[in-house]
């Protein structure tokens, strides 16, 4: 029983890796889009943009 656990763990963690990339990319780009609107709420609240 223990060796049959042992060769589907490596499937099991295949599975997962997709799953987590894409997660990962969706929380990236959530992160630059709430950067994004915080930006654009300060440049409203102050009336002008800060160029860098």
Same mark, same amino acid.
């Given at each position: 029983?223990?060796? #049959?656990?042992? $060769?589907?763990?490596? @499937?099991?963690?295949?599975?997962?890796?997709?799953? %987590?990339?894409? #997660?990962?990319? $969706?929380?990236?780009? @959530?992160?630059?889009?709430?950067?994004?609107?915080? %930006?654009?709420?300060?440049?409203?609240?102050?009336?002008?943009?800060?160029?860098?």
């Amino acid at each position: 029983m223990r060796i #049959i656990t042992l $060769a589907l763990l490596p @499937l099991v963690a295949a599975c997962a890796a997709p799953r %987590e990339a894409c #997660i990962a990319s $969706a929380n990236k780009d @959530l992160r630059v889009i709430n950067k994004l609107v915080t %930006e654009t709420r300060g440049n409203l609240v102050r009336g002008f943009a800060i160029e860098t």
